[in-house]
């Protein structure tokens, strides 16, 4: 697992499925963050037309984002689309949107998936490297957040609420020369630390998996974290990167297959805490701990 001959052809030959049509999310809320397109959107699409009360899209900017309400509503009459503001770049947006999420009656299903794959140096509006900032702090710390609400649903329905986020296989193939040290999320705001390529975004999806193992060991109550590989899709993930976005015309999947994973992992699965999901089946993830990496040497 994680080597690229094995990406490749598992690339070539696995074909995710939607989640079954018997699937039943009735009176359920869900949220799902980078809901704007791609991934996230094709994702919400699917889960809202298995009967959901309530959809909440997570987007940057919800006046660019109302057509997405009435191609929702017009398959789904009864549902009600709420499309919210999410800045993964900012700690108060995420804070704001995170206390609308807790005035809810109920939050039964989160897909985090917002992120960014960025190959070149950036520093996000909040201080830190971009994909530091967006990937791993703005989906702990909106993972955190959001963990209230769902145990309180959990409690109150008698039935497991449901935490994922999107990760990569990405995650197995990182360099890890600039998270030793004492200071890790400092070493990582250094420019002369960022790496080549997509090292970094490597790494913020390998950060993905340890908070989500961590976060699934700490959480109390009943329910599954688990995180996603959604497989190589083409989106506007790529949008800064010409030849990820080559190789995704060659070998890529349609955003809609992504989201079939993402769908697959926050409703199917439920004895699974602390899984990391890929090609719709629990796998192995990295053996090592962030802590053990991150000691001096
Ligand atoms: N596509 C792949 O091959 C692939 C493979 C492995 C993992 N993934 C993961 O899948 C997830 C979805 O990616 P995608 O392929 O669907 O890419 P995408 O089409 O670029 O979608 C990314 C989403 O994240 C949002 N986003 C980006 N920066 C944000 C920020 N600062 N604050 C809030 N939202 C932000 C984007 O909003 P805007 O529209 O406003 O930019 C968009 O809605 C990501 O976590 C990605 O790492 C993708």
């Not at 809320?29 to 959809?55: K, W």
């Amino acid at each position: 697992m994680g080597s690229f001959l094995g990406f490749v052809y598992r690339q070539l030959t696995f074909k995710p499925k939607p989640i079954p049509a018997n699937v039943t999310l009735r009176a359920k809320t869900a949220l799902v963050t980078g809901a704007s397109g791609g991934l996230g959107l094709e994702a919400s699409a699917e889960l809202a037309a298995h009967g959901l009360s309530r959809i909440i899209l997570g987007v940057r900017d919800p006046s660019e984002c109302e057509s997405i309400r009435s191609t929702i509503s017009a398959k789904n009459p009864d549902i009600d689309v709420q499309i919210w503001e999410l800045e993964q770049e900012s700690l108060p947006s995420i804070k704001a949107f995170a206390d609308r999420a807790a005035g809810l009656d109920r939050l039964d299903i989160v897909i985090l998936n917002a992120g960014v794959k960025g190959i070149d140096y950036a520093v996000s509006k909040g201080g830190h490297e971009l994909n530091t900032q967006v990937n791993h702090i703005g989906t702990a710390l909106l993972s955190l957040l959001l963990l209230g609400p769902l145990q309180k649903t959990a409690q109150e329905t008698d039935a497991p609420a449901r935490l994922t986020i999107v990760s990569s296989e990405n995650h197995f193939w990182v360099n890890l020369k600039d998270i030793k040290g004492p200071d890790t999320l400092a070493n990582m705001d250094v420019q002369d630390n960022f790496g080549k390529g997509m090292d970094r975004y490597s790494l913020t999806k390998l950060f993905n998996v340890l908070w989500m193992r961590e976060l699934s060991n700490r959480a109390t109550g009943n329910v599954v974290i688990n995180a996603v590989n959604p497989g190589f899709c083409q989106s506007k993930l790529h949008r800064y990167h010409p030849g990820g976005a080559s190789f995704a015309n060659m070998i890529g999947w349609a955003a809609a297959q992504g989201g079939h994973c993402l769908t697959d992992a926050a409703t199917s699965h439920p004895k699974d805490k602390g899984a990391y999901i890929s090609e719709q089946v629990v796998k192995r993830h990295v053996e090592f701990t962030l802590f053990s990496s991150m000691l001096p040497t």
